[in-house]
T-cell receptor
Framework: GQQLNQSPQSMFIQEGEDVSMNCTSSSIFNTWLWYKQDPGEGPVLLIALYKAGELTSNGRLTAQFGITRKDSFLNISASIPSDVGIYFCAGQSMGGAQKLVFGQGTRLTINP | GAGVSQTPSNKVTEKGKYVELRCDPISGHTALYWYRQSLGQGPEFLIYFQGTGAADDSGLPNDRFFAVRPEGSVSTLKIQRTERGDSAVYLC?????????????FGQGTRLTVV
């Protein structure tokens, strides 16, 4: 089946540093999404990308949809303690199927 | 409540038992999704309802898993003859009429432990 490869699996950074994570796939996706999940909670949508090449920002977060439709990255600038959590990329297949394929997640830990 | 509500939050059951997990979607949302999240992994799609009908159940792993949504609101995920491998967090999400999975809101999940 379709798989998303997300890297890195974990990151340990200092507060104030910038963060970059990415997601790749062997399949083309129609839409790319980035979620954050806190312990004991469901994923919360951060950014949705709908067009190849699209670059979208949401506060300190910036994400891009790769031109080939097979990859995406998420950047977080000037990290703060509440950025701690697990970040997931997810893709929606071409054809409009109402289901998402998720990556394995990137666990972000911030040292104050 | 304002968000997707899942009950129970935690469920411990013995191998071989039957369990039911409940999802109350956001009021008025017609689309409802179930995902399963194993430890250290991303969520995996199980089933998608549009109204009362299952529009896509291609993610259900086998015939021990079944889900219903009889009135187009609350949904119940049913697992028969549970196995230890069924242990995971089961997430429910809903999206509004005309919306897509990209507009879905997730609940906090039910953590199922099969011992």
């Amino acid at each position: 089946g379709q798989q998303l490869n997300q890297s890195p699996q974990s990151m340990f950074i200092q507060e104030g540093e910038d963060v970059s994570m990415n997601c790749t796939s062997s399949s083309i996706f129609n839409t790319w999404l980035w979620y954050k999940q806190d312990p004991g909670e469901g994923p919360v949508l951060l950014i949705a990308l709908y067009k190849a090449g699209e670059l979208t920002s949401n506060g300190r977060l910036t994400a891009q949809f790769g031109i080939t439709r097979k990859d995406s990255f998420l950047n977080i600038s000037a990290s703060i303690p509440s950025d701690v959590g697990i970040y997931f990329c997810a893709g929606q297949s071409m054809g409009g199927a109402q289901k998402l394929v998720f990556g394995q997640g990137t666990r972000l830990t911030i040292n104050p | 409540g304002a968000g997707v509500s899942q009950t129970p939050s935690n469920k411990v059951t013995e191998k071989g038992k039957y369990v039911e997990l409940r999802c109350d979607p956001i009021s008025g949302h017609t689309a409802l999704y179930w995902y399963r999240q194993s430890l250290g992994q991303g969520p995996e799609f199980l089933i998608y309802f549009q109204g009362t009908g299952a529009a896509d159940d291609s993610g259900l792993p086998n015939d021990r898993f079944f889900a219903v949504r009889p009135e187009g609101s609350v949904s119940t995920l049913k697992i028969q003859r549970t196995e230890r491998g069924d242990s995971a967090v089961y997430l429910c999400a809903s999206s509004p009429t005309g919306g897509a999975v990209t507009e879905a809101f997730f609940g906090q999940g039910t953590r199922l432990t099969v011992v």
